[in-house]
Structures are given as structure tokens and as C-alpha cells.
């Protein structure tokens, strides 16, 4: 069953790139007390997350910040070495989105958002949607009804939410 509006989020182990390599970071740190924004996707550097979803997080990032979001976090199945770099090459880093990977779909796979498309290489990957999350409570979620779609998952269609 997916995770919905309402539900807390489980306890999740993701990854990132520190400045001395990976580095594990639990959610529940990052959630807890806070008002965050988290978006998925279903692998970095495919066309419509590398052209459309984070760009739309990066263009709307000041917009969140008004409305008193504290952190953005950007996950994917992907290891934090690809991460890091994606979060380089398309200036999340630099705009302040945290980028986390899920590098065994564990948390992608607890909250019931993951699938598989074999045709186009991604197994075990995360659906695109995206979510606020007060305090670890998810208070508003949108999921796509297409991981080639970026609309209800988009920065400016989640901003309506918060």
C-alpha cells in the first residue's frame, strides 16, 4: 500500500555525497521538527527528471523558502556518487536541494511508490511524486500517474500544497 496523506513516514537509511565520500543520513533527522518538501524520481540523469522535475524545484526554491519550507530533498534509486554529480550537473547543489539516494529502493519500497520498466533499464526505481512533510506527518502528496509525466509532481504544482 502507497503511503497517503495523513501516514508518518517510516524510519529510512538514504545516502549522500560528503565532503569525504558517501555518508548515510536518516530521514527521520531530517524531517523531524521540520517542514520539508521531498520529490522522487524514477533515475537521474533520465529526460524528463534531468530536464523538467529538478529544474522545477530549483526555479520554485525561493518560493518554498517564503512559505517556511526548511530543507528540498531530491530522492532517487541511485547510489550517492550518481547523485552528487546529477546534483552538480544540474545546479541542485547549488541552489541548496539536497540529493539522497535510495541505492536499494528500501525507502522507496516502504512507502509502496516503487516499479519496475524493464524496457527502459529501471528496476526496483521510485514513482515520480512529490510530497511536504511536517514534523514526519506527510501533509500533502502528489504522485504522478506517469513516471514520464512531471506535472502534479512539479515545484510549482506542489508549491499550491504548502
Known amino acids: 500500500m ?5 501516514d508518518k513516514l517510516p524510519e529510512a537509511t538514504l545516502a549522500q555525497m560528503g565532503g569525504d565520500g558517501p555518508e548515510q543520513v536518516e530521514l527521520s533527522d531530517k524531517v523531524k521538527g521540520r517542514k520539508v518538501v ?3 524520481v524514477p533515475g537521474a540523469y ?7 522535475h529538478v529544474p522545477s524545484f530549483i526555479r520554485t526554491k525561493d518560493q518554498f523558502d517564503a512559505k517556511g519550507v526548511d530543507e528540498i530533498i531530491c530522492i532517487s534509486v541511485n547510489d550517492p556518487f550518481v547523485m552528487g554529480a546529477w546534483g552538480e550537473a544540474t545546479g541542485a547543489a ?3 536541494i539536497t540529493m539522497l539516494g535510495d541505492p536499494e ?3 522507496t519500497k516502504a512507502i509502496g511508490m516503487e516499479f519496475t520498466a524493464p524496457p527502459a533499464g529501471l528496476i526496483a526505481r521510485s514513482k515520480r511524486y512529490a510530497m511536504v ?3 514526519g506527518v506527510v501533509t500533502a502528496l502528489n504522485e504522478e ?3 514520464g509525466a512531471c506535472e502534479v509532481s512539479a515545484g510549482e504544482a506542489l508549491l499550491e500544497a504548502v
Open 46 to 52: 533520465t529526460p524528463t527528471c534531468h530536464s523538467a
Open 38 to 40: 521531498i520529490f522522487a
Open 105 to 107: 529502493s528500501a525507502f
Open 145 to 147: 500517474e506517469s513516471p
Open 94 to 96: 547549488d541552489a541548496g
Open 133 to 135: 512533510v511536517e514534523d
Open 2 to 6: 502507497s503511503i497517503s496523506k495523513g
